[in-house]
């Protein structure tokens, strides 16, 4: 089955960089693509970004592209989000979800990992 | 403030049909296909409808996804106890070029 595995918890000073990571098993992980959503404490789901597996095509939400990175090792079917300069507002659950290679306006993000808290703190 | 629109709360008894809503625009609903996800307390969010409508496998019938104009429906039939949950609508705005998400409605089962 298909299943989304993601690295564990992190705690980060103000203006530190944060890399986490989502394993992908059970489908052909070059099918596909891997977008990643935030949830702030109390609050709703956020689109930051979204990359082909395929040929490593991206496209960020314009509120993090300065500051975001998507990247895939194909060889082990793992995607990457790193966050520089974290701020407090950073502060969220980081969920890895699978996506459609033709982008996120094709796809329905049918499989999500468990989520990834990142906190942010002095 | 979401762009999509959505009730903050929703409530129904057990057996009973409730519906949440979701407004959006011509550059997003208007244009594009609305999906709806479930998230239970403390968990991932999980696809429960997809292109408007479909169901993926594995989601019972109860639910069913509608679309008209630039709003979108999400009506659950045969209220149970652990449909409890927070919904969100998603779809993607052609102006913005992001995937937008509702802001949420949670649903209370009396």
């Known amino acids: 089955q298909v299943q989304l595995v993601q690295s564990g918890a992190e705690v980060k000073k103000p203006g530190a960089s944060v890399k986490v990571s989502c394993k992908a098993s059970g489908y052909t992980f070059t099918n596909y693509a891997i977008t990643w959503v935030r949830q702030a404490p109390g609050q709703g789901l956020e689109w930051m970004g979204w990359i082909s597996a395929y040929n490593g095509d991206t496209k960020y939400a314009q509120n993090v592209q300065d500051r975001f990175t998507l990247t895939t090792d194909k060889s082990t079917s793992t995607a990457y989000m790193e966050l520089r300069s974290l701020r407090s507002d950073d502060m969220a659950i980081y969920y890895c979800?699978?996506?459609?290679?033709?982008?996120?306006?094709?796809?329905?993000?049918?499989?999500w990992g468990q989520g990834t808290r990142v906190t942010v703190s002095s | 403030q979401s762009v999509l629109t959505q009730p903050p709360s929703a409530s129904g008894t057990p057996g009973q049909r409730v519906t949440i809503s979701c407004s959006g625009s011509?550059?997003?609903?208007?244009?594009?296909?609305v999906y709806w996800y479930q998230q239970l307390a403390g968990m991932a969010p999980k696809l429960l409808i997809h292109?408007?409508?479909e169901r993926p496998s594995g989601v019972p019938d109860r639910f069913s996804g509608s679309k008209s104009g630039t709003s979108g429906s999400l009506a659950i039939s045969g209220l149970r106890s652990e449909d409890e949950s927070d919904y969100y609508c998603?779809?993607?705005?052609?102006?913005?070029?992001?995937?937008?998400f509702g802001g949420g409605t949670k649903l209370t089962v009396l």
């Open positions: 011509s550059s997003n609903i208007g244009s594009n296909y």
């Open positions: 979800t699978r996506d459609s290679v033709y982008g996120s306006k094709s796809g329905s993000r049918d499989s």
């Open positions: 292109s408007d409508n």
């Open positions: 998603a779809a993607w705005d052609d102006s913005l070029s992001v995937l937008l």
